[in-house]
């Protein structure tokens, strides 16, 4: 019997690695309302920190960087 499962994005990578690669594009298109907070909850992360970290290691700056340079292109 098959059971059904909520995705849990935290402890698969795969999932966590669409929910980052999804904040970062809602940080790009952002408008001066959004804040980093807003997209890491958003995008299933309970904690601001670990999102920061893997925002960071993934692509190499931190959230709140490309949120200013949407911020400053728009």
Do not use: W
């Given at each position: 019997?098959?059971?059904?499962?909520?995705?849990?994005?935290?402890?698969?990578?795969?999932?966590?690695?669409?929910?980052i690669?999804?904040?970062?594009?809602?940080?790009?298109?952002?408008?001066?309302?959004?804040?980093?907070?807003?997209?890491?909850?958003?995008?299933?992360?309970?904690?601001?920190?670990?999102?920061?970290?893997?925002?960071?290691?993934?692509?190499?700056?931190?959230?709140?960087e490309?949120?200013?340079?949407?911020?400053?292109?728009?």
């Open positions: 019997m098959l059971r059904s499962r909520k995705p849990r994005i935290l402890s698969d990578g795969v999932c966590k690695n669409g929910a690669a999804t904040g970062k594009q809602m940080l790009s298109g952002a408008d001066q309302r959004t804040s980093v907070s807003a997209v890491a909850f958003d995008c299933g992360f309970g904690n601001l920190g670990h999102f920061a970290r893997d925002y960071r290691d993934t692509f190499g700056e931190l959230p709140s490309t949120l200013l340079r949407s911020r400053r292109a728009a």
